[in-house]
C-alpha cells in the first residue's frame, strides 16, 4: 500500500470515528458537539502520530464563518436590551473580563502556563472565538482550546444544575435546537460572499483575527441595516466546527498531550474560580436591575455562547438579556484581549 492510500484510509477513519463521537455526544445533549467530537478524534490521532494536517485556508474559512456567527447574534432585541441598561451592563461584562484576567495572571504567576496562553485560556468568551484569537496572537491554541472546553463542560453542567435547583425538578432543557437543512439560496449566498470578502480584507490588510473580526464586522453592519439576512445552515456550522476541531486535535503531539494533563489540577482550580468570580457578579445583576437569579446567572456564566443560549430557552429565563450580556462580553474580550494577554506576559 502506498503512502498516498495510507493518508486516504487515514483521513476515511478520522471522518468516519469523528462522526459516531460527534453523534453520540449530540445524543448526550453536549453543547457544541461538532466542534468537541472531532476535536477528540483528532487528538487521539496526532498523539498517535498519524501525519494528518489540515491546509491553513481551510482554517481561515471557519474563522470567517464563525465570524458571522457572532455578527448573527445581534440581533434588534439585543441592542435595544443592550442601551435599556447599558451602563450596569457594560460595568457587570467589565467585571466579568477583569475576573478571567485576574485568574490568567494566577495561573501565570503561581502556575506553569505560559502568559499569553493563560491569558487567552481564561478569557470568559465564545470558546472558539478565543481559540481562533489565540492563534492569530501567537498562543497555542491546542492548550487554549483544552483550557476553553474544559470550562466549557464544567459550566453547562453547572448552569443546567443552578436551572433545577431554581426551577424545580420539572425544568426540562432541550437535547436540540431544531434546525432546518432548507434555506433560502440568496441569503444564504450573501453570507457566503461576506464570508469571503471579510476573511480576504482581514488577512490583506494584516488586521490581527481579521479573517474573524471583519466579517463579524461587516455582517454586523449589514444585519443591522436591514440589507442583509445572516444564513447559516447546519450544515455549513457543522463543516467549519469540524475543520476548526480538526485544525486544533491534529496539532496535538504526545509531549504538549501530556502538559496539559500535568496541569488539569491547576486549570480545574482556575475554572472554579473563574465561575465563583462569575457568580459574584450574577448576584449584583440581580441587586441593581432586579432580574431573577437565573437569568443573572446565565448571563454572567464564562461558557460557550451557543451552549448557554440552549440552556436559557430551555428553562424560560430572560433569553434577549442573556444574550445581550453575552455578545456585549464577547466584543469586549475580543477588544481587549491581546492587550491584557500581553499584560499578563509582561508583569506576571
Known sequence: MTRRHRQLGRWAALAGLSLVVSAGLHWAAFPAALLLGPMLVAIAFGVGGSELALPRWLFVGA?????????????????????DDWAIMLTIVCTTVLAGGLVGWILVKFGA?????????????????????????GA?????????YLRVVIVVMSASLASRLLLGAGAVLPSATETSFAVPLVPLLETLAIAAAGALAGRYLRIPAGSMLVPMIIGAGLQGSGLVVITLPPWLLGLSYLTLGWYIGLGFTRTVLMYALRALPQLLLSTFLLIGLCAVSAWLLTLFIHT????????????????????????????????????????IVLLTGPQIAKFISHYA
Open 113 to 137: 502556563l505560559p502568559g499569553t496562553t493563560a491569558a487567552w485560556g481564561s478569557s470568559p468568551g465564545a470558546a472558539s472565538a478565543m481559540v481562533v484569537m489565540a492563534e492569530e496572537f
Open 292 to 331: 431573577d437569579g437565573l437569568t443573572a446567572y446565565l448571563a454572567t456564566s464564562p461558557g460557550g455562547l451557543d451552549s448557554v443560549t440552549v440552556i436559557a430557552v430551555g428553562s424560560g429565563a430572560d433569553t434577549p438579556f442573556v444574550l445581550a450580556v453575552q455578545t456585549l462580553r464577547l466584543f
Open 140 to 148: 497555542d491554541a491546542r492548550l487554549v482550546a483544552f483550557m476553553q
Open 63 to 83: 474563522q470567517a464563518v464563525i465570524g458571522c456567527l457572532v455578527a448573527r447574534a445581534l440581533t434588534m432585541s439585543i441592542l435595544a436590551t443592550l442601551a
